[in-house]
């Protein structure tokens, strides 16, 4: 395919060679200002432009194309001479899928003061489980779990809010056929206290102690 600035120079050539055969005087025979020239003359240089507007209006749109072309490449060349690298890629994120496992707790019927956390972990091994629990600065305890399974690139987490109930630093952990048991016991109730009443004689509490019958609220301070 031949460039736009070949087909400038043929059409040149065309347009000599036409006005040297359509007007032998030379060009001052019929091109002057207001000069007419021979009909014959006129429709050949008006055929000469339509064609020679023709090639410009068909090869102007791809030499911008070919010049930013050039141009892009230019600049991805100067770009790697001076050490300067285009816009990047997000680097592969490599880290293994997250998943959150299945649980569900239950009270054991012999000990209903004692949770248990069943966590299915299907092909995790007993050293590849981690669990943690931390406690915020309103006093809330969140128990923690993080479990690995090798060779398929998975890796479970999971978090659960601890009842206050919850005695936290009684907890067990079990682990067996892919099934994690956490044991979860409750805080034991205190018991009720008791407290003696002694009689003291001769003491006499004044108008300030004298209140009878109902219930007294007492400020503590």
């Known amino acids: 395919m031949k460039s736009p600035s070949t087909f400038s120079a043929a059409t040149v050539c065309l347009v000599a060679f036409v006005l040297l055969v359509e007007c032998p005087g030379g ?85 209903p003061a004692v949770r248990i956390l069943e966590v299915e972990l299907p092909g995790v091994a007993e050293d590849s489980v981690s669990l943690e629990v931390t406690t915020d600065k309103q006093h809330q305890r969140t128990l923690s779990l993080s479990a690995f399974r090798p060779g398929h690139g998975v890796e479970y987490q999971q978090q659960w809010r601890l009842s206050s109930e919850v005695q936290a630093e009684k907890l067990e952990a079990s682990m067996a056929d892919g099934l994690l048991r956490i044991t979860l016991p409750d805080k034991p109730t205190p018991p009720a206290m008791r407290i003696a009443v002694e009689a003291r004689a001769g003491e006499d509490l004044g108008a300030a102690g004298a209140h009878r019958g109902g219930d007294t609220p007492i400020a503590m301070t």
């Open 27 to 111: 060009a001052h025979a019929s091109t002057r200002v207001g000069e007419p020239c021979s009909a014959r003359g006129c429709h050949s240089r008006a055929m000469v432009e339509s064609f020679d507007k023709a090639l410009l209006a068909e090869w102007e749109p791809l030499g911008f194309q070919f010049l930013a072309k050039v141009s892009e490449a230019l600049g991805a060349e100067h770009a790697r001479a001076h050490g300067f690298q285009g816009s990047k890629q997000a680097p592969e994120d490599t880290s293994p899928p997250l998943k959150t496992p299945a649980w569900h707790v239950s009270r054991l019927k012999d000990r």
